[in-house]
């Protein structure tokens, strides 16, 4: 059963903390994603990456950066938590050429 | 411009019912659509993708290429089909997908 886990279901911190988002995949795919899921604006890219070390912004990257040392593992880090950045966070990943993105759990963030 | 339009944010049906989910896509390439699924409490997944003209839980959708539509449709809605449906489309990019804002689908008893 393929999988993509993700390191917290709830998190929970403060306006300027430094949050650190874990993902990881085990099924040796090229690609992954940082998503933003909040109602009526459905899903958001932040970022992706289509191989180690390498990363692209989506369409709202503003106070976020991520990283991605190994293949199975991209972390979405926010430098500075802001009340405006509580929102529910999903992972993907995919295989080049296949479009299918398998998701992970979601992490829902609240900034207080 | 790659777009992908759900027009309705929020559909509410009878069990029994016929269930269609709408779907518009601007690209003006050849697209790839595939309708995502989320019920409560789970992670998102892919329900079915055109290019495999599939039946999933009893759901079809056809690519109207004159239409730029991919409908999601079901003849008779059961009370678990109660979920958040995306609409999605793969254009120019071998990474990204364009999502539409979702359907919030409720089936009442």
């Known amino acids: 059963d393929v999988k993509v886990t993700q390191s917290s279901r709830y998190l929970v911190k403060r306006t300027g903390e430094k949050v650190f988002l874990e993902c990881v995949q085990d099924m040796d795919h090229e690609n992954m994603f940082w998503y933003r899921q909040d109602p009526g604006l459905g899903l958001r890219l932040i970022y992706f990456s289509y191989d180690v070390k390498m990363k692209e912004k989506g369409d709202i990257p503003e106070g976020y950066s991520v990283s991605r040392e190994k293949k199975e593992r991209f972390s979405l880090i926010l430098e500075s938590a802001s009340t405006n950045q509580t929102s529910m966070y999903l992972c993907?990943?995919?295989?080049?050429?296949?479009?299918?993105?398998?998701f992970g759990p979601g992490t829902r963030l609240t900034v207080l | 411009a790659q777009r992908v339009t759900q027009p309705e944010k929020l559909l509410s049906v009878f069990k029994g019912a016929p269930v269609e989910l709408k779907c518009n896509y601007s690209?003006?390439?050849?697209?790839?659509l595939f309708w995502y699924v989320q019920y409560s409490r789970q992670r998102l997944q892919l329900l079915l993708r055109?290019?495999?003209?599939?039946s999933i839980k009893g759901f079809t959708a056809d690519l109207n290429k004159g239409e730029t539509s991919f409908h999601l449709k079901k003849p008779f809605a059961q009370e678990e089909d109660s979920a958040m449906y995306y609409c999605?489309?793969?254009?120019?990019?071998?990474?990204?997908?364009?999502w539409g804002a979702g359907t919030k689908l409720i089936i009442k008893p």
């Open positions: 999605a489309l793969s254009g120019d990019s071998n990474y990204q997908l364009i």
């Open positions: 055109h290019i495999s003209r599939e």
């Open positions: 993907a990943s995919s295989q080049p050429g296949l479009n299918e993105q398998f």
């Open positions: 690209y003006s390439g050849s697209p790839e």
